[in-house]
């Protein structure tokens, strides 16, 4: 099983970043998929969760900024980042979650800093 996330960066506050995430060796449709950020010292936390494109979650921080989508036919999973702020800084992750089955991906690094 493999998650590969791409699309991290260091952009100005109020910038907009697309961070996708492949996943494979896994029946995609039938995961949960979401991002989670861990920022330096704290607690990996939610970001945005997807088990369809009807049926999504959001952290209040990101709600109105922040859309996550996927592509079932593709395998792919893509969080849309706009009027990024500083606290958005963090280390992303691509999770797949089936019941008590749980992958992590690598992580991608978003850094927003003037």
């Known amino acids: 099983v493999q998650l590969q996330a791409s699309g991290g960066g260091l952009v100005q506050p109020g910038g907009s970043l697309r961070l996708s995430c492949a996943a494979s060796?896994?029946?995609?449709?039938?995961?949960?998929m979401a991002w989670y950020r861990q920022a330096p010292g704290k607690k990996r936390e939610l970001v945005a969760r997807?088990?369809?494109?009807?049926?999504?979650e959001y952290a209040d921080s990101v709600k109105g900024r922040v859309t996550i989508s996927r592509d079932n036919a593709k395998n792919t999973v893509s969080l849309q980042m706009n009027s990024l702020k500083p606290e958005d800084t963090a280390v992303y992750y691509c999770?797949?979650?089936?019941?008590?089955?749980?992958?992590w991906g690598q992580g991608t690094q978003v850094t927003v800093s003037s």
């Open positions: 999770n797949a979650q089936y019941y008590t089955v749980n992958y």
């Open positions: 997807s088990a369809g494109n009807t049926n999504t």
């Open positions: 060796g896994i029946r995609f449709y039938e995961y949960v």
